[in-house]
Nanobody
Framework: QVQLVESGGGLVQPGGSLRLSCAAS????????MGWYCQAPGKQRELVAA???????NYADSVKDRFTISRDNAKKTVYLQMNSLKPEDTAVYYC??????????????WGQGTQVTVSS
C-alpha cells in the first residue's frame, strides 16, 4: 500500500546536527501534510514539526529556532534538519504523512521510527 521509510538518525554530541529523511512510496496520488513526531521512553508521542502541501509549517516550542522541516514533492520526501541538539531531544523520531491514494481516500501513515541519541 504505502510505506514511509526514515533515515538519518544516530548518535550525536550536544550542539551537533542531524538531518532526518522520510521517503514515501506506494499507492500515492498526492500527499497533504507531512510531519515528524518524537517519542522518548515512558512518554507519549509528540509532534515535533509539520509541513503542509502549500509549505505552511509549525513546530513544537521546544524545537523552534533549532529544527527546520522541509519537503521535496518530486521525491515524496520530508526532511527534518536538526541543529543545536540537546540531550532532551533524545527519542525515536517517527515520520507521519496524510496521503491520498489513487482511489482518492486520505489516510495517515507512520514510518517505523529512527533513533536519535544526543549524548556526550
Amino acid at each position: 500500500q504505502v510505506q514511509l521509510v526514515e533515515s538519518g538518525g544516530g548518535l550525536v554530541q550536544p550542539g551537533g546536527s542531524l538531518r532526518l529523511s522520510c521517503a514515501a512510496s506506494g499507492n500515492i496520488f498526492s500527499i497533504n501534510t507531512m510531519g515528524w513526531y518524537c517519542q522518548a521512553p515512558g512518554k507519549q508521542r509528540e509532534l515535533v514539526a509539520a509541513i503542509t502541501d502549500d509549505s505552511k509549517t509549525n513546530y513544537a516550542d521546544s524545537v523552534k529556532d533549532r529544527f527546520t522541516i522541509s519537503r521535496d514533492n518530486a521525491k515524496k520526501t520530508v526532511y527534518l534538519q536538526m541543529n543545536s541538539l540537546k540531550p532532551e531531544d533524545t527519542a525515536v523520531y517517527y515520520c507521519n504523512a496524510e496521503i491520498s491514494s489513487y482511489s482518492r481516500r486520505r489516510r495517515n501513515y507512520w514510518g517505523q521510527g529512527t533513533q536519535v541519541t544526543v549524548s556526550s
